[in-house]
């Protein structure tokens, strides 16, 4: 197996823990319901959750049905039509398309989704796992007035350049792991170690590598010598190994081997755009459809795979590198041979054949990466994507009620099991909570949690501002029968 090279230090993550609780909402009510000894507290405590779960999704109803009814004017299948018959003047779907546009990103950011930023960019793009090309977009087919109004009128700092044309948000880190041969790769990461050597000799560095060494400075990313354990402390960062061909240290033993490659993953990418109006475009307010696609499990250096409108791949500027400093060294040599006095033809023909050949060779890694990269887009597009468009829309509707739901529940079962607490001890119950019972650990909203339980009435505060919980039986009461209650009832069920 390939290893890490001994002259380099290992390359480590450090991630900000989320505010999202991943753990699923029916395994978080079971799992705190076990921890109740009295039968009674535990029917008592899953009629409750019922009723939290029913109640909050009755708050957020109308504003879920205001967001689905302004997305059917800008659904890429029927939005066109819908506009048109409405008969609104352009100033009128100007406002409206910026009213869909709060709605959505509030949902968003309840969901716990957060908008991805220039650094974070910086760091994702910094390396290489699977893709091995760069990927670029063609701006021209993508409209920029949508989010350079919104983003104006709503200004946020650290956002990325392509911001006006695109919103990337981001949902929870895991792990993606990749066990290959990788021998193209590893015959690529040792030329371009040689040319990289070569072209430092020469002091091109600068001319071929600039823009790639200010990429890989951002203060995010950290390079330690291992990952700090972390188990049973409070430590709020993640610390994850992102491992590489480029960082493994390769010989002729380890070149046939199967080595495993590791690379941090957005676990969910919801991508917003649209398009720009083409100059035929028969339509009465332009193309006004906006894009809403959700991925799952993308690895951040290969984040380039869920942008829109992406342009064909070409050679990369290390590949360029390569065929004009072969080039050069080649015909160098060549000239240096025919001014000999007895040029041997042989020689000059092997040098010859040997540049051609090179180059061939560099040609033929881009387009076997070409192909990979059409794989990796095409796995992205039936493996990767969970949905689009009004069905991407409902799924996030559902998980910031989930979300809103779960941070009801904890909090209330601390306040039980453990008895009234400050917002700060809440908070930090919670954390130890989810950690030791399901082995996640997140960094808990209690303010946003500690609010819906005051609107909710199922928690008091006392002299000193420390919040209690109102008895289960006596919390079932003031929240009340929910609707599903009394159609079940009604229907005899």
């Not at 699923?24 to 009629?47: H, I």
């Not at 983003?151 to 990337?168: K, S, T």
């Not at 039980?416 to 917002?423: F, L, M, N, P, Q």
């Not at 949690?449 to 079932?476: F, Q, W």
Request: hydrophobic share 40%.
């Amino acid at each position: 197996m390939a290893t890490q090279s001994s002259g380099k230090k290992k390359e480590i993550m450090r991630i900000e823990r989320e505010s999202v609780i991943m753990t699923l909402k029916p395994r978080l009510v079971m799992g705190l319901a076990d921890l109740l000894e009295v039968d009674s507290d535990r029917k008592e405590f899953l009629t409750l959750c019922r009723r939290i779960d029913s109640t909050i999704r009755a708050w957020y109803h109308n504003e879920f049905e205001e967001v689905m009814q302004l997305y059917s004017l800008f659904d890429p299948v029927h939005g066109a039509k819908k506009l048109e018959q409405q008969n609104l003047s352009p100033p009128k779907v100007d406002a409206l398309e910026q009213q869909f546009v709060r709605h959505l990103f509030k949902i968003m950011e309840k969901s716990n989704y957060k908008i991805l930023n220039e650094e974070e960019v910086e760091i994702a793009t910094s390396g290489q796992y699977l893709l091995n090309l760069p990927i670029a977009v063609d701006t021209s087919k993508l409209d920029s007035k949508l989010f350079s109004t919104y983003f104006a009128n709503n200004p946020q700092e650290g956002l990325p350049g392509f911001v006006d044309q695109y919103v990337i948000f981001r949902q929870g880190v895991g792990i993606d792991r990749t066990t290959d041969y990788f021998i193209t790769e590893k015959i690529d990461a040792l030329i371009g170690r040689f040319w990289e050597y070569l072209i430092q000799k020469l002091r091109l560095r600068r001319l071929f590598f600039s823009k790639q060494l200010n990429r890989a400075s951002s203060s995010i990313r950290r390079i330690v010598d291992s990952i700090p354990d972390t188990s049973g402390t409070s430590e709020e960062d993640l610390y994850v190994e992102r491992i590489r061909i480029q960082n493994l240290s390769l010989s002729v033993k380890n070149l046939l081997s199967k080595t495993t490659v590791q690379e941090p993953t957005f676990e969910r990418i919801v991508l917003i755009y649209r398009c720009a109006t083409p100059s035929k475009s028969t339509l009465k307010h332009g193309d006004r459809a906006i894009h809403i696609k959700q991925f799952r499990n993308i690895p951040m250096a290969d984040m380039e795979l869920v942008l829109p409108e992406k342009k064909n791949p070409g050679l990369t500027p290390m590949d360029w590198t390569k065929l004009l400093i072969t080039a050069g060294l080649g015909l160098v040599t060549l000239v240096t041979s025919l001014e000999m006095p007895k040029a041997d033809f042989w020689v000059v023909s092997a040098i010859l054949m040997g540049v051609i050949g090179y180059c061939v060779k560099i040609f033929l890694s881009f387009q076997q990466n070409l192909i990979e990269y059409q794989n990796l887009i095409t796995r992205s597009m039936y493996e990767k994507q969970l949905d689009s468009g009004r069905g991407t829309l409902l799924h996030i509707c559902d998980d910031m009620i989930q979300q809103e739901v779960k941070e009801v529940i904890l909090a209330y079962f601390v306040l039980i099991s453990r008895g009234r607490a400050s917002k700060d001890d809440l908070d930090k119950r919670c954390e130890e909570l989810m950690l030791e019972e399901f082995q996640e650990k997140c960094d808990f909203e209690v303010e946003d949690a500690v609010k819906k339980m005051e609107r909710l009435g199922i928690v008091t505060r006392d002299s000193v501002g420390r919040y209690c919980h109102v008895p289960l039986s006596r919390a079932n009461e003031i929240i009340g029968l929910t609707t599903e209650e009394r159609v079940s009832k009604a229907s005899g069920s």
